[in-house]
């Protein structure tokens, strides 16, 4: 059993190619098949240095890896379609001696005519009407055209089930142009059939022309692969597609913000596709059991940034309760404020270990961690104007945080139990609210919107930074 993932090069991975690589790749493994990677890149005008690369490391970044395909080889090598002239050649010569395709050399220029007239009379342009009398010998250079056989048509596909075209939309497609490549219709079914896929899983946009590829298969005499229309995915409003101006980045643009691998994964895989349950977090060995083609939703699935902002906290959470904080540190290489290089290690790891239950990417490490890295910037407003604080005057602040010093520096085992007590004590001595005295402190220590318990972040701050930046906020608010 074979599937195949057949994107063009262009240079930019958007949502939508990815999710039509995730649903052929969960198949082959679930049936133990074969997942085929081609790169569909005979376009030369769109295409880009480097597109090939990135594909590649796209894939290999989620977890899916191809059996057959660019780097790795397999028996229809190469996977390239630009290497595989000869091949569509070889095919394009037995469509000719079947008397099913003639060579066009009928210019731009007439071929516009052709639709101008068929505008004028309001009849539909279909340029088999118009098909060379005396076609030449078919040699580089010149087109070669199909023969359509124009006739009511049925097929079966496996998301949008029974469909029938008829005559008036088979036509006369080109097969190879003129520099000699082939165009995608006639391409793609001569690399399935050569490959031997079994299902042909794309985009719905490519269902109106099936009954050209049924035209196709036919007049080879091959078996129809087993068809897949995978649904639109549709802009967060609205009713259209998704498009770049929708707000939806790409792929490698997600990556670099800290998206993990594990939850485009998994939004993605869910986008347009259910097990029938409520579960929402899936990983990948649990996507390749539970998937179904039959569940694929045959209407457009929005697209929802938010959702995949929660999927990947989601997972965040999952991967440090599971695997430990030292799986998910090996992920954030790159997301730490700049700052943080002059740390170690070890200390990283406990910043992270009491923040990452609040990130949603892991770029947030940038934004949310500067204080530990760096003596913040004093903001007194901050402090004056809080919520729980406004009520105090700067002497009362002030007075407040010097008798939150004197305690803590009578600590001698600064951890996390001894800080609590610490803590605790001082709200009875104080006879603050909490909320009162531990945004003082807070504040005092951070002049961040918000951080992490502050027993926790005093110990991962150490004794002496901690008492250093509470008298630091003490002197300003003296000062003012
Ligand atoms: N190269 C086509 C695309 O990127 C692939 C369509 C297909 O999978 O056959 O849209």
């Known amino acids: 059993m074979k599937t195949r993932f ?15 690589a995730i649903y052929p790749y969960l198949l082959a493994r679930q049936q133990n098949g074969t997942f085929i990677l081609r790169i569909e890149d005979t376009d030369q005008a769109r295409y880009v240095e480097g597109a090939t690369e990135l594909i590649e490391e796209t894939l290999e970044w989620l977890g899916m890896n191809w059996d057959e395909g660019p780097i790795v080889g397999g028996p229809a090598s190469p996977y390239f379609q630009s290497e595989r002239a000869e091949i569509y050649h070889a095919w394009g010569q037995k469509l000719i001696d079947m008397g099913r395709a003639y060579a066009d050399p009928t210019n731009a220029e007439t071929i516009q005519k052709y639709r101008d007239e068929c505008n004028a009379k309001k009849i539909p342009y279909l340029y088999r009407n118009f098909r060379p009398e005396n076609p030449p010998e078919w040699k580089p250079g010149i087109p070669l055209r199909f023969k359509a056989d124009p006739k009511p048509r049925t097929w079966h596909d496996e998301v949008m089930g029974d469909m029938s075209a008829g005559p008036e939309v088979q036509d006369d497609i080109v097969l190879i142009k003129a520099d000699g490549l082939p165009t995608y219709n006639f391409a793609h079914i001569v690399d399935d059939a050569e490959m031997g896929v079994d299902y042909v899983m794309r985009g719905v946009e490519y269902l109106s022309s099936t009954p050209n590829y049924l035209a196709l298969y036919e007049a080879f005499g091959l078996k129809i692969p087993k068809l897949v229309s995978l649904p639109h995915i549709l802009a967060p409003t609205g009713n259209k597609k998704l498009g770049k101006r929708d707000g939806a980045k790409s792929v490698t643009e997600y990556r670099k913000d800290g998206i993990l691998a594990e939850a485009m994964l998994n939004y993605l895989a869910c986008l347009g596709w259910n097990d029938g349950t409520e579960q929402e977090i899936y990983t990948k060995d649990e996507l390749i059991e539970r998937f179904s083609l039959p569940r694929i939703q045959n209407s457009g699935a929005r697209y929802d940034e938010t959702k995949l902002f929660w999927m990947n906290g989601q997972w965040i959470r999952k991967i440090a309760d599971e ?10 290489d790159g997301f730490w404020p700049e700052n943080a290089d002059a740390y170690d290690d070890n200390y990283k790891k406990r910043v992270l270990g009491i923040i990452y239950d609040r990130l949603k990417v892991l770029a947030d490490l940038r934004d949310m961690t500067g204080y530990f890295f760096t003596d913040p910037e004093i903001d007194l407003k901050m402090l004056t104007e809080n919520k729980f604080l406004k009520k105090l005057s700067e002497e009362e602040l002030s007075e407040l945080l010097q008798v939150s010093v004197r305690k ?10 001894t800080l609590q007590a610490a803590l605790n004590e001082l709200l009875e001595e104080t006879g603050k609210k909490p909320a009162e005295l531990f945004s003082a402190i807070r504040l005092a220590l951070s002049f961040a919107p918000f951080s992490p318990a502050l027993h926790l972040t005093m110990e991962v701050l150490g004794k002496d930074t901690s008492l250093a930046r509470i008298n630091r906020a003490v002197n300003a608010l003296e000062n003012d």
């Not at 057949?6 to 039509?20: D, E, F, K």
Request: charged residues 15%; aromatic residues 8%; without cysteine.
């Open 323 to 332: 695997q430990g904080i030292e799986a998910l540190y090996a992920r954030t």
């Open 6 to 20: 057949a994107p063009s090069p262009t240079g930019y991975i958007h949502i939508g190619n990815v999710r039509s």
């Open 408 to 417: 803590l520096e009578a600590i001698n085992d600064w951890n996390t139990d």
